[in-house]
């Protein structure tokens, strides 16, 4: 563990008034959320799961989030390469 | 080279990943006294040139109910500029503020788009453009899907 992520351990469990320990697990759990999110959305946007699959999972305001996104990439790559 | 009006996500999001630069492609690139005060802890800032301008309250006050209770005041001095502009293309990574430039019918793109267009202006390679985009994913604090990202790289791989 480097010694950045370490001192932010620290800081978060000083002013969270929490063992690092719990800083650690809350950490992970936050992290897993998005990694979870970013698999189901990402499984969603390639057409592998249906969007009624995904909003189950992530919720609705995720799936939204990201057909936003897909919708606003594809637009900038396309203007990115041809316009 | 085309101009364009800089909101601060572009310029905080392009600055994480070391390619603030890329945004030399636009002459001008305009950026409101407003949002310059929100990008003040940007670092490079220097490293490009940059067109400052003051939007005034009434020229804010131009823009409709529903867009100015929507998004911040930098985004609205973005679009009250840009409203202003006969042919400007405004640069968010905002979709609020994307989307209600777009109703506007002001041409709008994110810094995804600066960073592949920068290829075709010879500012970086394919190779660079696609670990810039990698790194948007890694590193800088854009808001985005992973597989976006690889949508985007794999675009820019197939085209020629």
């Not at chain 1, 936003?68 to 203007?79: E, F, G, I, L, T």
């Not at chain 2, 690139?29 to 802890?41: G, Y």
């Not at chain 2, 500029?81 to 109703?103: H, N, S, W």
């Not at chain 2, 854009?142 to 949508?151: S, V």
Request: proline share 1%; aromatic share 2%; net charge positive.
């Amino acid at each position: 563990m480097t010694k950045a992520l370490l001192d932010q351990i620290e800081e978060v469990a000083r002013l969270t008034r929490e063992d690092s320990a719990q800083v650690i697990t809350e950490a992970l759990a936050a992290g897993m959320a998005k990694l979870y999110a970013d698999a189901v959305l990402g499984a969603f946007l390639r057409g592998k799961i249906s969007r009624r699959h995904a909003i189950k999972r992530v919720g609705l305001e995720a799936v939204r989030q990201a057909e936003r996104q897909a919708r606003a990439v594809r637009d900038d790559v396309k203007w990115g390469l041809n316009g | 080279m085309a101009s364009a009006v800089a909101d601060a996500g572009p310029l905080i999001h392009l600055s994480e990943i070391g390619q603030l630069r890329l945004l030399n492609q636009f002459s001008p690139l305009v950026v409101p006294e407003r949002i310059l005060a929100e990008v003040r802890s940007v670092r490079s800032l220097a490293s490009i040139r940059i067109t400052r301008v003051r939007v005034t309250a009434s020229s804010r006050r131009r823009l409709s109910v529903a867009i100015r209770d929507r998004l911040d005041s930098g985004e609205l001095d973005c679009l009250a500029f840009c409203r202003e502009q006969t042919k400007v293309i405004f640069l968010t990574d905002d979709l609020d503020a994307r989307e209600a430039a777009q109703r506007m019918g002001i041409e709008t793109h994110g810094s995804v788009g600066i960073i592949v267009r920068a290829v075709r202006s010879g500012l970086i390679n394919r190779s660079e453009a696609t670990a810039a985009l990698r790194l948007m994913d890694s590193t800088s604090s854009l808001f985005i899907t992973r597989q976006i990202i690889e949508m985007a790289i794999e675009r820019l791989r197939e085209s020629k």
